[in-house]
């Protein structure tokens, strides 16, 4: 249910970011302009930049109130909602030109502190073509589920397009394997990957029979 609200952070936090400091790549834009309805105007988000900051702000206010009197998002006990809630925040305060945005929230630096503390385990660093190369080798291990419930009639084997409905348009396509309430399974053929499993939420995802 804080999925939207995360979503809108997300992106708040992105602009700003992105407009305070040179931190995307070249080619960045372009590239996620072609994943958006309409495309990407640089010129429109310079000019609603202030209003975004206004924006943001109002949202750290309420996450700064709302830990006040909680130690992580849903009470007592971290939880997905800490990590997905902090993801947005992290940037602003990694990047020198955003960092003095969380200077007023206290209680949300504090959190984010505790966040971090879990640190990030063992990270082993592998380059794109080494990725690839695991995945190609590797055997998906997705067992075939149908949906009893599905409302649309589709069932494993089924051939299927799966496509966010507002962002990233090409759609992903392939047989469909596994089906529930929360999420679908996709079995496709990559040049490069070989035989892959994508696995997709329900939620804000739209499936097309093919």
Known sequence: MLGAWQGELFWLAVRTVGTSAPVFPPGFIEDRATMVE?????ERVLRDAPAQREQLRA???????????????LGARPSLADFSLFHPVWPIKMVPQTTAILEPFAHLRAWMERIEAFGHG??????????????????PRTE????????????????????????????????????SVQEIAVRRRDERAGEVV?????????VRRV
């Open 38 to 42: 309409g495309g990407l105007s640089l």
């Open 59 to 73: 949202k750290l206010d309420l996450l700064d109130a709302h830990f006040r009197e909680r130690q992580f998002v």
């Open 122 to 139: 063992q990270i082993t660093e592998i380059d794109g073509k080494e990725a690839v190369e695991v995945a190609r080798k590797a055997t």
């Open 144 to 179: 075939t589920r149908a949906d009893p419930e599905e409302p649309n009639g589709l069932t494993p084997g089924d051939r299927v397009e799966v496509v966010h409905e507002s962002f990233g348009r090409d759609p992903v396509a392939g047989e469909l394997t596994t089906s």
């Open 198 to 206: 994508v696995h997709f939420p329900r939620e804000h995802y739209v």
